[in-house]
């Protein structure tokens, strides 16, 4: 497929006027082509309404054709082969085969959310039946169903081109749910984006779908994302991105004269606690293991291990000593872009430069552009605790070593956490009653609490939470990965006597569409 360097705007591709966005292949310098030029505040016009158009017949497919339309999308991008794979490496710097394990993430979520939708309990139907006997006052009838929340802004993800992209999780909760999207594509892979957003508008057409059920947008600056989330079609918004970019779309959002949702997850620096007879039983092996999860994609993960707690002595220097050999014999990484390059040099630099840190190892240098050198530092729980430079994130493959003095500096030091998407603890049968009086100070902090394993990897399915308390996300109650995503894009209406002609389909007395309703607080599957 030739890529033009256009906007999608519904069915169209259309040229913009702003600022040119050209990718960067990181491992190179090289520019690639072609360029792109953004898009002005009459394409966001462009694209919402036609996003608002198509809402309310969207919203009402029926439960088989909205899934078949997700499963048509994965499809879709199956079907354009290596030539995804290849741009995506270009545009990113990742190998192979973690680009092709996140096209078939992406698919994965796309297929399983279709299995959510035909399923159809995210309606959470319940019905309340009339009660007009009933003393001293009758009930009315009273039906309940949840329906989509209108047109979503979706901002595409630098850290993955593809399974946090244009197709990624906000784009296919929000799509199941029945809210049109409207994507601004990130300006680090406008390439694999235009060819995601191609296989999306070749399923809308395939599906006979109002066009403006999904739209692709590019554009430098602020301009784009800011007139998307004030404009007042647009209903919801998911971002995965900076601290910064996120709160500044919240700003954006409440300040509307009707405020919106924004989705945003952001920064998390995902402690690690090594509770003290599993850090003695297992010393070598958890420092090792701790640097081949902060290595994983050159710590460019939302989930990576920013930080090791546990008491000082004997066995945390035995795991220290252990993570350092490791960092020093992991080879450099390309980053992802020159600015997240920049940010982590400058990142490591703030951490090297604090009196009271000490570095424990580097890795290696690398020789092309835009090199991960791993780094690993550590301090007391004193000056940690005393210093906001060392509790910030530093995103890459960096890591911080905090010494406590006991298990009540352990805790001191979680509570004194921000809101994590993960949380970590390292612990064995002898821990059981140490790790009790932890996890309840951990549950308040993050919203993936992990027992022996490590937090990079983050499971496609029904029971995670990819979420947490602020600043890792705008909102704790929400995950963005997993099937309770769609929730971000419901709210649910109640239908008060209206007559059985009026009623959706869900609410109808004979049940036609055969989903599972609580019917006088009765489940009836």
Not at 16 to 24: S, V
Not at 97 to 102: I, N
Not at 229 to 252: E, H, K, N, W
Not at 343 to 372: D, F, H, M, P, W
């Amino acid at each position: 497929m030739a890529l033009e360097g256009k906007l999608l705007i519904g069915q169209q591709a259309v040229t913009g006027t702003r600022k040119d966005i050209q990718a960067t292949n990181p491992a190179t310098g090289e520019s690639l082509e072609p360029v792109y030029v953004g898009g002005d505040r009459s394409h966001v016009e462009q694209a919402c309404t036609l996003a608002w158009d198509a809402f309310d017949t969207y919203r009402e497919t029926s439960l088989d054709a909205r899934a078949t339309f997700l499963e048509t999308i994965a499809d879709e991008i199956e079907a354009i082969g290596s030539e995804l794979i290849e741009r995506a490496m270009a545009e990113s710097g990742l190998p192979q085969a973690r680009l092709e394990g996140e096209r078939g993430r992406t698919c994965g979520q796309l297929r399983l959310f279709a299995s959510v939708v035909r399923a159809g309990e995210w309606l959470d139907v319940r019905i309340d039946p009339a009660m007009p006997e009933r003393q001293p006052l009758p009930r009315a009838d009273l039906r309940q169903r949840h329906i989509a929340l209108g047109p979503v802004a979706v901002f595409g993800a630098s850290n993955f081109p593809l399974a946090f992209s244009v197709a990624g999780g906000d784009t296919a909760s929000a799509l199941a749910a029945g809210c049109p999207v409207v994507v601004k594509g990130h300006s680090a892979h406008p390439g694999t984006s235009e060819l995601v957003g191609r296989a999306i508008q070749k399923a809308v057409k395939a599906c006979n779908l109002p066009e403006g059920v999904f739209s692709l947008l590019f554009g430098a600056g602020n301009e784009i994302g800011q007139a998307l989330v004030t404009d007042p079609r647009i209903q919801a918004v998911g971002f995965t991105g900076s601290r910064s970019g996120g709160t500044a779309l919240m700003r954006s959002a409440q300040d509307r004269p009707q405020p919106i949702p924004v989705y945003a997850e952001m920064s998390s620096i995902n402690p690690v606690f090594l509770l003290p007879e599993a850090l003695k039983a297992n010393s070598q092996a958890l420092g090792e293991a701790f640097v081949g999860s902060l290595n994983m994609g050159a710590g460019q993960f939302c989930t990576s291990p920013g930080l090791v707690i546990a008491v000082k002595g004997a066995d945390l220097e035995s795991f220290t000593q252990a993570a350092q050999k490791a960092v020093e014999a992991s080879g450099a990484q390309t980053m992802l872009t020159p600015g997240i390059h920049s940010a982590y040099e400058k990142g490591v630099s703030a951490l090297s430069g604090e009196a009271n840190v000490r570095e424990i190892a580097r890795g290696q240098t690398g020789s092309g552009e835009y090199q991960c050198q791993t780094g690993l530092f550590a301090t007391s729980a004193s000056d940690f605790l005393a210093s906001k430079v060392l509790q910030e994130e530093v995103f890459g493959a960096s890591s911080l070593i905090i010494e406590c003095q006991d298990m009540a500096e352990v805790k001191k030091v979680a509570e004194q956490l921000e809101g994590q998407l993960t949380a970590t603890v390292h612990m064995n049968d002898a821990d059981v009653e140490t790790a009790k009086a932890l996890v309840p100070t951990l549950e308040r902090k993050a919203g993936r609490i992990l027992a022996n394993g490590w937090p990079t990897g983050v499971e496609v399915c029904h029971a995670m939470v990819h979420g947490g308390p602020y600043p890792s996300t705008s909102d704790s109650r929400t995950t963005s990965v997993g099937t309770a995503a769609i929730k971000r894009f419901l709210r649910p209406v109640c239908y008060q006597s209206l007559p059985e002609a009026l009623l959706p389909e869900a609410l109808k007395e004979a049940n036609p569409l055969k989903v599972s309703r609580l019917v006088d607080g009765k489940r009836e599957l």
